[in-house]
């Protein structure tokens, strides 16, 4: 069997509408106990699906200046998460800046509240939607590097085997953005303010607690300030990283393959590209080292 890709793909598919819900898999029980504890946390600490319940909220809203504040924008979990390979679980959590969109968009990417489910509804219409919206230029590159991770050719399938079928790439990954709110000044560019990624760095650490990835890939890294890559290592308690690289880092709940990469909407969406060809191997050699501890 295999399960139908994502949502209807015109340009304007509101994934709030519902249409999705028949395209999605079912989730896994491992991965559907995480998402009803990360769910549990977001409603709680971040937002309850109509209003922003943060503590951080005052301080974030006055943070942005004449910027929009898109309040309330939920991870991602997929129902794969923690897909079983060679005898080892990959735990895939990916993090970039920020879900970033314009609330001008009627009822796209720069909605408010949105919960896990339809933070999920979202994601699915990246899957096979239209260019360069909903399946943006950073969404390809992603797909790109799941492809690696899972073993697969990025030239080839952009599904995973799983028992009795098949899902894409992203039901095998969480998503989590730095900052759980987004700064927008125009369009879905840019990132959270300097008080945003402070303020949501113990959602970071929360979500890094409930997951227990072993495989962290960072999209945005800088020389200096703040950038996903430094938020995650803060987070696990590691000095930054060196872009495109690979280390180890020694969590509580065991080994994590941190892989610190750039943004790829601009740097390595395409695989003809330079920065790709530096990161490729650096993703496969976390795939391998995952999978190596399998054996120790």
């Not at 549990?40 to 200046?65: F, H, I, M, P, W």
């Not at 720069?110 to 239209?130: K, L, N, P, W, Y």
Request: proline letters at 5%.
């Amino acid at each position: 069997m295999r399960w139908p890709l994502g949502a209807p793909t015109g340009n304007h598919t509101n994934y709030r509408s519902g249409e999705h819900r028949m395209s999605l898999p079912l989730v896994q029980p491992e991965a559907l106990r995480l998402r009803a504890a990360l769910d549990a946390y977001t409603r709680a600490e971040v937002d309850d699906g109509a209003s922003l319940v943060c503590t951080s909220a005052a301080s974030c809203r006055r943070s942005v200046g004449k910027a929009t504040l898109v309040e309330g924008q939920a991870s991602f979990l997929g129902s794969h998460y923690g897909l079983t390979q060679h005898g080892r679980e990959l735990r895939i959590l990916v993090v970039p800046q920020q879900v970033g969109g314009s609330l001008a968009h009627g009822g796209q990417r720069g909605d408010e509240h949105v919960t896990m489910d339809e933070r999920r509804a979202q994601v699915a219409t990246s899957m096979d939607g239209q260019r360069p919206y909903p399946r943006t230029t950073h969404m390809v590159g992603t797909e790109h590097a799941l492809q690696v991770l899972l073993g697969l050719d990025v030239d080839g399938a952009r599904e995973v085997d799983i028992p009795g079928g098949q899902v894409h790439v992203f039901e095998t990954m969480a998503m989590a953005n730095t900052t759980l709110c987004s700064r927008v000044v125009d369009g879905a560019g840019g990132q959270g303010s300097v008080t945003m990624i402070e303020k949501c760095s113990r959602h970071l650490r929360q979500t890094l607690k409930l997951l227990e990835p072993n495989i962290v890939l960072t999209q945005g890294w800088t020389q200096s300030g703040s950038s996903p890559t430094t938020a995650v290592a803060s987070a696990l308690g590691v000095a930054k990283p060196a872009k495109n690289t690979l280390t180890e880092v020694r969590a509580p709940w065991g080994p994590v393959a941190l892989v610190a990469a750039n943004h790829p909407s601009r740097n390595w969406a395409e695989p003809s590209r330079a920065q790709w060809r530096d990161l490729e191997p650096v993703i496969a050699s976390a795939r391998q080292l995952v999978l190596d501890r399998a054996r120790d």
